[in-house]
């Protein structure tokens, strides 16, 4: 498998979208290869991450290997890099029940650090990488009425990965069950719940079908008068989520939908969806 050309520049400082160039980078790094001897262009590319990361990706001439080999160069531009992270998959699980008071930050973020030294010293062989995250929002936290929440936790291969689903995770004292991580887009809808954000193998809502709001899943819909479990002329459609009942929970003209959606469009740093992909170099 040929060598990876992207790779993540982890900081100790992290930047705003307001202060990044992504031209000017590029060009800095370059000029930097330049003074050192090489001749040919060296980064092609240089992105700012959702978590205030660099990723730059090499032109076809050069890999992350040669980036790392230099990286005095790359921190002689960027002083505050620590470490060069491959472009390569990390593989992230879900962990429940974690106590919130206990492991968030005075600013109400996840101590990734505590929850890294927890993993690795109680879990033999477990080393987590990356900065670790919330998955239950912050207003849920905030609200008093849940003391445990959902984490997402990365680690550098799959092995590890499987070992922390198969054997539960001791961290904070407790014995805690661990699930594979669902990838989910804020505007994906669960088919339990029909609610946003979030995959049906992970919700813990009450079951509401996305045509008629009733207490069971699409698939169980059954008509009380012909029992299809299509929509007919007996059904009387309501959306699970605004209520509506001039469409299903399902349509793409339901406010909620909509209102989503139109978020989703404009992405931020600071207020990202708990559930989106985790492609955001950590």
Not at 16 to 29: G, P, V, Y
Not at 114 to 137: C, D, M, Q, R
Not at 235 to 240: E, F, G, L, P, V
Request: glycine share 6%; charged share 25%.
């Amino acid at each position: 498998m040929a060598p990876s050309r992207r790779c993540t520049l982890l900081q100790t400082d992290r930047l705003s979208a307001q202060k990044f160039s992504s031209i000017s980078l590029r060009n800095r790094i370059n000029s930097a290869f330049k003074e050192k001897g090489f001749k040919d262009l060296v980064v092609s590319t240089a992105s700012l991450s959702l978590r205030g990361n660099i990723v730059i990706t090499t032109t076809p001439l050069f890999n992350v290997d040669f980036l790392v080999e230099n990286e005095a160069v790359i921190k002689g531009v960027l002083p505050s890099v620590t470490s060069l992270r491959k472009g390569e998959p990390w593989y992230k699980v879900a962990i429940h029940g974690i106590p919130i008071e206990d492991f968030s930050t005075e600013d109400g973020y996840l101590n990734s650090e505590l929850v890294a030294e927890e993993i690795s010293i109680f879990n033999t062989g477990l080393t987590p990488v990356g900065k670790s995250y919330w998955a239950t929002p912050k207003d849920k936290r905030d609200s008093g009425l849940v003391q445990t929440g959902t984490i997402i936790v990365a680690f550098p291969d799959e092995n590890q990965a499987k070992r922390a689903i198969s054997n539960r995770l001791f961290i904070g004292g407790i014995s805690a069950r661990v699930v594979k991580y669902i990838a989910t887009k804020s505007t994906s809808q669960c088919q339990k719940c029909a609610g946003f954000g979030h995959s049906e193998l992970l919700c813990k809502r009450e079951v509401q079908c996305t045509l008629c709001g009733g207490k069971h899943t699409r698939k169980a819909h059954s008509c009380n008068t012909c029992n299809s479990n299509k929509q007919c002329s007996h059904t009387s459609i309501r959306c699970a989520n605004c209520k509506d009942t001039s469409h299903s929970a399902d349509s793409k003209l339901c406010e909620i939908y909509l209102s989503i959606k139109s978020k989703a469009a404009r992405p931020s740093l600071a207020h990202r969806n708990p559930f989106e992909p985790l492609d955001e170099e950590l």
